[in-house]
């Protein structure tokens, strides 16, 4: 997950987590149905892209599921912005990552 340079938040590894998901809507919440054991790796090096590595520790098969990563009692950054987030995935065996998706997060 690459985080972008103005968000400042400080990320703490104990804090995040990866699980499988079920997607809310209108009336109910999207919810964590079963965390995925996995290896998390932060990468503050102000001098370049700043990014969350998450490490299953067996591969996420390639279905129709939905999966999230859980940032954990985040102290929201001092100023009110649109915040754009990318994420990139790894097939095992393959040294490339390939982009999956972006997000935009509004903190008011």
Same mark, same amino acid.
């Given at each position: ?19 499988? =998901? ?73 040294? =490339? ?8 997060? =509004?903190?008011?």
């Amino acid at each position: 997950l690459a985080i972008p340079k103005t968000f400042k938040a400080t990320l703490d590894k104990e804090k995040i987590s990866l699980c499988k =998901v079920k997607i809310g809507g209108y009336e109910s919440r999207t919810k964590c149905l079963e965390d995925i054991p996995s290896d998390i790796e932060i990468n503050t090096d102000e001098s370049s892209l700043r990014s969350l590595n998450i490490y299953p520790y067996s591969p996420i098969p390639s279905n129709k599921e939905s999966y999230a990563i859980v940032l954990k009692k985040i102290i929201n950054p001092k100023r009110s912005r649109l915040y754009q987030f990318h994420s990139y995935g790894q097939p095992k065996g393959k040294s =490339v990552s390939s982009y999956l998706g972006s997000w935009t997060i =509004v903190i008011d």
